[in-house]
């Protein structure tokens, strides 16, 4: 730079209106720095339709919106379009945008969105198919008639550690009770529709649940005449 060009920018610099425009620049660099410091956060005004300035999503206090571009602008819930829009939370997690919809469980093959507890087809993982006969229990493949408890196929009907539910166990099994039709009954006797039944005896479900002798007595599972007056 030749001395003559040098001294004309200097001189410039010296002007008042110079020096204004410089001190503003250099104030604004520094408010500038000081938002980048302390966020970066947008003013409010640059938030259009009272929407709250934002770091991220904590920032955003109100139920259905989420941090998007420095403002909190509503989210799309479970099922809606995210084409423009961020999905919602959901239990603390976002939900994820799958093939143009929000989805509040898995995104299998970026395409469908499917539950991996019931999802025959994606069970437990996505395009883990369960076989013919079997169907997704609680993210397992279980035969049909049973559920998974603890990881387990189980029928709930007939087992003694998980009776009509997963982890309902009958108490002092064999001896005391056992698990008949869902429902822990004593040693000896049937479920019969919520009736624990002795059907070697019971007039109401003699030999089988169901079966009435009608006012007749139940011995050894074979209705006979009522005892005599």
């Known amino acids: 730079m030749d001395g003559n060009r040098f001294d004309a ?14 001190l503003s620049g250099l104030l604004g660099g520094a408010l500038g720095a000081i938002a980048t410091i302390l966020g970066g956060r947008p003013t409010l005004a640059a938030c259009s339709g009272g929407a709250e300035a934002c770091n991220s999503d904590a920032d955003c206090p109100r139920a259905g919106t989420r941090c998007q571009q420095g403002c909190c602008f509503a989210c799309a819930a479970a099922g809606a379009s995210c084409g423009n829009r961020l999905c919602c939370r959901v239990g603390g997690r976002n939900l994820s945008c799958c093939n143009g919809t929000c989805c509040n469980a898995t995104c299998c093959n ?34 049909k008639g049973t559920v998974n408890c603890g990881g387990r196929c189980t029928n ?9 539910e997963c982890n309902k166990r009958c108490p002092n099994v064999p ?11 004593p040693t000896g006797t049937v479920n019969c529709n919520g009736t624990c039944a002795d059907l070697r005896s019971s007039p109401a479900h003699c030999g089988k649940c169901g079966n009435s ?8 599972g074979v209705c006979g005449p009522p005892p005599p007056r």
């Open 9 to 22: 920018i200097t001189k410039a610099l010296t002007a008042e209106t110079s020096r204004r425009r410089t």
């Open 110 to 143: 970026g395409r469908t969105c499917a539950n991996t507890q019931t999802s025959n087809t994606h069970c437990g993982r996505c395009n883990n198919a369960c076989g013919r006969g079997s169907f997704c229990s609680r993210g397992l493949c279980c035969p």
């Open 156 to 164: 709930l009907q007939t087992s003694d550690n998980h009776c009509g």
């Open 175 to 185: 001896t005391i009770t056992h698990c008949s039709n869902g429902k822990c009954c």
């Open 213 to 220: 002798c009608d006012g007749g007595r139940c011995v050894r």
